[in-house]
């Protein structure tokens, strides 16, 4: 046994209202550059839909991902060491621009500089590759909320795979919405697909990532990647990808796209895995069992045995005790509830999801039946195969056991919950009915419902807190500052002189104190304090000093 | 005269050849890449770009066989004069040949494209200029020693070429040799002294790694730079 660390995200999608706020953030954190107009390390699709970049989901046509070869042996869809150095000089397999789109921006100086004229200016639309007008006919969502799927939704490679069972009505359609980030995978194929060994996991916390300087250009990852999550910058001719925002998970902090996530459907936490089994799993023949295998290589953090592996192999006690904790092992070990995107790639993901049952509830909603009975919800989750269907092929490589069986987990949680919602007696036969105990299924609902910012965000910070604090030493004890372990006090110079706290330390408690209190804004007794700024100094308003407490 | 251009000038252009490659691998590595243009263009690259590199993978060899061994030893292993100049000239000229075609496709494009067009620098532009000119004289000079003249380069221009490192050097040959060879030799010699700071260099960075190395490759966090400067003398980490 080989026990590794992986920082995994699960993300519920019963709860994404496709705001696209993660996007936006993340571009603006990561992506805001010339060169990058057209990546998004996060982009949310609509589905059913054609995802970003079109179609990528069609491994037939883009060869990402892994196959097993005749003897049952795990290689590149693409092609083998040689193939791949031999199409180097033009890559058969890279999507165009055209497959994701042209970026472009207005001329909007139009606007102000047109002379009097008897119509309004108009802002063209300027291509960002060419600088030449051009027609705006695609972007990263431009088949959003289904917009134009009457055309496009037939080209779905998900919708086809089922076709011959629907055809794409759509008056009889559903959809959901599916954020997208890298997959940090166990078995990351983008890693495999570099001729220049650029791309490489990293061995604490197995966030993948690309070595900028040892990048060449190659663009192989670009095929190998069956996400399409490994992008290529025009500009700088590197590629580039998703990061985990490793920055802000170093020092303990969610990703952006978690942070600022409006629906809080992200959790993100560690899970230890067993190295050693792998290649193993990713080789299992049947694609369908590859979503058991991986849960396989998981191991329990609870487990002793596990422990003591772990503790050898050079995990730090506190990772251990944040994988104990992890949100991720328990929506994806403990409840079963979370599915890997398209296992069938066999590239190991790392970012789970938990299939939504809103299209159910939604189809039981119209037809004026009650949505939170179990019995309604149960029979539409057996009658309604088609959004059933398709979420197996999106997480289970068209398997619909599994799915079945984590849509009546959720539909038992509503309805169990109704009861004591309502203050009605609690039926214990809802949980028994998908295997659970009535304390199992508290526990998934607390966790999935009402779980507060460190249950959801369960982060070990990296083993560089020393460096950090050097990095603004000045000439006092870096722990020093206020409510610091130090606690010098303020010298004998007063307050102000003496070395600054430091920005990043108070800059992180602010942030934290801000990110983990109940209200949006301010501390709880806020409305009690005074504003110094507006007392003319006569008297002294309640609430300028604290309270004397009730012995005066 | 001939002691400047084949002597003081080739020094100079490999001088500059190598200290300029240890300098952009020092301080521009994040520089070094192919600056592919294949996401803007597809269709034309998949004709021209292999058609291009094959070419002058096999001109390169082509010139390490006649530039480096010397007609003796060929002779030794039993290659006759006859039999060597038949596979030069053939394989020469297929080689360049193709070599020209993709090259004149890739400037074609590179010209016409919009996006290729206003993506290339200026310094892009005088590499393609020298290339062009060196690989269009090299192709002449094949043809022409071949058919219209007999000039037998491996006593000349070889012999000069492989003094150069061993500083046995020897001017006067090249002084001899066909201006089409001289300007060859010339302009390559420039086109050296270019290269490092050119596109080029990514010739250095063929992926042959990539056939031995494991598919997927694992890192630690660098330890030893945590922050964003080395740590201080006296501050080195504990454990």
């Known amino acids: 046994m080989r026990v590794m660390a992986q920082m995994a995200m699960v993300m519920n999608l019963d709860k994404c209202i496709g705001c696209h706020t993660c996007s936006v953030t993340c571009k603006q954190a990561w992506t805001n550059r010339s060169g990058t107009e057209y990546i998004w390390f996060n982009n949310v699709e609509t589905k059913p839909g054609l995802g970003y970049p079109r179609t990528y989901e069609d491994q037939e046509k883009w060869k990402g991902g892994w196959t097993l070869n005749k003897r049952g042996r795990l290689t590149l869809k693409g092609g083998g060491r040689f193939k791949k150095l031999l199409t180097i000089f033009s890559n058969p397999k890279l999507p165009s621009i055209n497959e994701y789109y042209e970026p472009w921006t207005y001329d909007y100086s139009t606007l102000t500089n047109a002379p009097a004229q008897e119509h309004t200016p108009v802002a063209r639309p300027k291509s960002l590759i060419s600088g030449k007008d051009m027609k705006i006919e695609w972007s990263a969502n431009w088949d959003d909320d289904l917009g134009g799927s009457t055309l496009n939704g037939h080209q779905d490679p998900l919708l086809q795979k089922i076709a011959?069972?629907?055809?794409?009505?759509?008056?009889?359609?559903?959809?959901?919405?599916?954020p997208r980030i890298c997959e940090h995978c166990l078995n990351p194929s983008c890693a495999a697909s570099c001729p220049s060994g650029a791309i490489y996991k990293r061995e604490e916390?197995?966030?993948?990532l690309v070595d900028q300087d040892k990048c060449r250009g190659w663009r192989m990852c670009v095929s190998g990647c069956p996400y399409k999550k490994i992008y290529f910058n025009h500009r700088t001719g590197k590629a580039e990808k998703c990061t985990f925002c490793f920055p802000r998970i170093e020092v303990g902090q969610p990703t952006i796209c978690s942070e600022t996530c409006v629906g809080r459907l992200r959790y993100i936490g560690l899970m230890l895995y067993d190295a050693d089994k792998v290649l193993e799993a990713a080789s299992t023949t049947d694609e369908q069992g590859l979503y058991e295998a991986q849960r396989d290589v998981f191991l329990d953090p609870s487990d002793p045995e596990v422990v003591r592996a772990a503790e050898k192999a050079g995990i730090a006690r506190d990772w251990i005790d944040a994988a104990q904790r992890s949100p991720i092992h328990a929506l994806i070990s403990t409840y079963k509830v979370a599915l890997p995107l398209h296992p069938e790639y066999r590239t190991m993901p790392m970012v789970w999801y938990i299939p939504p049952l809103s299209p159910v509830v939604d189809v039981v909603k119209e037809t004026g039946e009650d949505a939170e009975d179990k019995g309604n919800l149960f029979a539409a989750i057996d009658a309604l195969r088609i959004p059933v269907e398709y979420l197996a092929e999106l997480f289970t490589a068209g398997d619909v056991t599994p799915v079945d069986g984590v849509l009546k987990k959720l539909a038992a949680m509503r309805c169990y919950m109704r009861d004591i919602n309502m203050g009605r007696e609690p039926d214990a036969s809802i949980p028994a009915a998908v295997g659970m105990s009535e304390e199992d299924m508290y526990d998934m609902y607390r966790l999935l419902a009402i779980a507060k910012y460190d249950e959801r965000y369960v982060i070990p910070s990296a083993h560089a807190e020393q460096a950090h604090s050097l990095e603004e030493l000045a000439t006092?004890?870096?722990?020093?500052?206020?409510?610091?372990?130090?606690?010098?006090?303020?010298?004998?110079?007063?307050?102000?002189?003496?070395a600054p706290t430091?920005?990043?330390?108070?800059?992180?408690?602010?942030?934290?104190?801000?990110q983990t209190s109940d209200s949006l804004a301010g501390p709880d007794d806020k409305a009690d304090r005074v504003n110094l700024l507006n007392w003319d100094g006569r008297g002294s308003p309640p609430g300028l000093f604290p309270s004397k407490g009730s012995d005066s | 005269m001939n002691q400047f251009l084949y002597v003081v000038f080739?020094?100079?252009?490999?001088?500059?050849?190598?200290?300029?490659?240890?300098?952009?691998?020092?301080?521009d590595k994040f520089g070094w890449t192919t600056r592919s243009s294949q996401l803007y263009e597809n269709r034309i690259l998949r004709i021209g770009s292999p058609l291009f590199h094959f070419g002058i993978i096999g001109v390169f060899f082509g010139h390490v066989i006649g530039l480096g061994i010397p007609k003796s030893w060929t002779e030794a292993v039993g290659v006759s004069e006859g039999l060597y100049h038949f596979l030069a000239f053939s394989v020469g000229a297929l080689a360049g040949l193709a070599t020209v075609v993709g090259m004149v496709i890739l400037i074609y494009r590179r010209r016409t494209v919009g996006p290729?067009?206003?993506?290339?620098?200026?310094?892009?532009?005088?590499?393609?200029?020298?290339?062009?000119?060196?690989?269009?004289?090299?192709?002449?000079n094949t043809v022409a020693a071949?058919?219209?003249?007999?000039?037998?380069?491996?006593?000349?221009?070889?012999?000069?070429?492989?003094?150069?490192?061993?500083?046995?050097l020897h001017p006067e040959l090249m002084g001899e040799a066909p201006l089409g060879f001289q300007l060859h030799g010339l302009f390559a010699m420039a086109l050296f002294a270019l290269w490092p700071f050119t596109r080029l260099v990514h010739v250095f960075s063929a992926p042959l790694g990539y056939l031995t190395r494991p598919y997927i490759v694992y890192r630690s966090r660098d330890t030893t730079r945590l922050g964003s400067h080395q740590p201080r003398r006296g501050w080195d980490r504990v454990g």
Request: aromatic share 20%; with cysteine; charged share 20%.
């Open chain 2, 116 to 140: 290729v067009f206003s993506a290339t620098t200026r310094m892009d532009k005088v590499m393609y200029l020298f290339l062009a000119v060196v690989i269009f004289l090299g192709l002449f």
């Open chain 1, 502 to 514: 430091p920005i990043a330390v108070e800059n992180f408690q602010m942030l934290q104190d801000r």
């Open chain 2, 10 to 27: 080739p020094y100079i252009c490999l001088t500059a050849f190598v200290l300029g490659h240890l300098w952009r691998y020092r301080y």
């Open chain 1, 164 to 178: 011959d069972k629907v055809k794409f009505e759509f008056e009889q359609t559903f959809m959901f919405y599916l």
């Open chain 1, 476 to 498: 006092e004890c870096s722990l020093d500052y206020e409510g610091g372990p130090g606690m010098g006090g303020s010298g004998p110079f007063g307050e102000g002189s003496g």
């Open chain 1, 205 to 208: 916390d197995g966030i993948v």
């Open chain 2, 146 to 168: 071949n058919i219209l003249e007999d000039y037998d380069y491996r006593d000349g221009v070889s012999v000069w070429f492989r003094g150069i490192f061993r500083f046995d």
